[in-house]
């Protein structure tokens, strides 16, 4: 199965601090884009970070990271320096044949 | 830019009734997708066009659902009946490649069946 899973339904983290939000996913095909999106209340879905699977160097965004494990299947966030805005649905994807895999998503919460 | 740009934003109708969503998808973008969103099956593709032309329309879930895109700046999705389980969150995105370029969302039509 393409699976894209996401272990954690929610996250929380005291602002101005880091947290690291997991994702692991199935895949047979060597080449893929990997992507995380924030969907706050507004609904919106904003890519937040995108990393090619044959690229070895791990995407950074200003305050967003991702720690690429091609070989373990593993693709997770970082984000540093958490702001309120910050707060939202976070959900990791992976491109696939004709679709792109989404998983269930984790809720993050920033306490002020 | 203006971004993805679909209409409704909410929609509420009654069962057996027509509903058709619409997207106006970025300039230049030859890729359109539309996702729906549910609790219990978080999203799910149903569609998606490249170049117009309808590609592969296997998550569609029932002849009640169809969809067009007759010019690179529209496409619609239309339920026709529609019932309480097609509630949901229904999204357009928008892509100038499959895949690597990561896809553009429109803010979504939160449609309720009653």
């Known amino acids: 199965a393409q699976t894209v899973t996401q272990s954690q339904p929610e996250m929380s983290v005291q602002e101005a601090e880091t947290v690291t939000l997991s994702c692991t996913y199935d895949?047979?095909?060597?080449?893929?884009?990997l992507f995380w999106y924030k969907q706050p209340p507004s609904r919106q879905m904003i890519l937040v970070i995108r990393?090619?699977?044959?690229?070895?160097q791990n995407a950074t965004e200003n305050r967003f990271s991702v720690n690429f494990q091609k070989a373990a299947k593993s693709f997770s966030l970082k984000i540093s320096d958490s702001q309120l805005g910050d707060a939202a649905m976070y959900f990791c994807?992976?491109?696939?044949?004709?679709?792109?895999?989404f998983g269930t998503g984790t809720r993050l919460t920033v306490i002020p | 830019d203006a971004g993805v740009i679909q209409s409704p934003r909410h929609e509420v109708t009654e069962m057996g009734q027509e509903v058709t969503l619409r997207c106006k998808p970025i300039?230049?973008?030859?890729?359109l997708f539309w996702y729906r969103q549910t609790m219990m099956r978080g999203l799910e593709l149903l569609i998606y066009?490249?170049?117009?032309?309808?590609?592969?329309d296997s998550g569609m879930p029932e002849d009640r659902f169809s969809a067009k895109m007759p010019n690179a700046s529209f496409s619609t999705l239309k339920i026709q009946p529609s019932e309480p389980r097609d509630s949901a969150v229904y999204f357009c995105?928008?892509?100038?490649?499959?895949?690597?370029?990561?896809?553009?969302f429109g803010s979504g039509t939160r449609l309720t069946v009653v």
């Open positions: 990393q090619e699977a044959y690229k070895q």
């Open positions: 300039s230049g973008h030859d890729y």
């Open positions: 995105a928008s892509s100038p490649l499959f895949g690597g370029a990561g896809y553009t």
């Open positions: 066009f490249n170049n117009n032309v309808p590609i592969d």
């Open positions: 994807a992976r491109t696939g044949a004709n679709n792109l895999f």
């Open positions: 895949t047979s095909e060597s080449d893929y884009y």
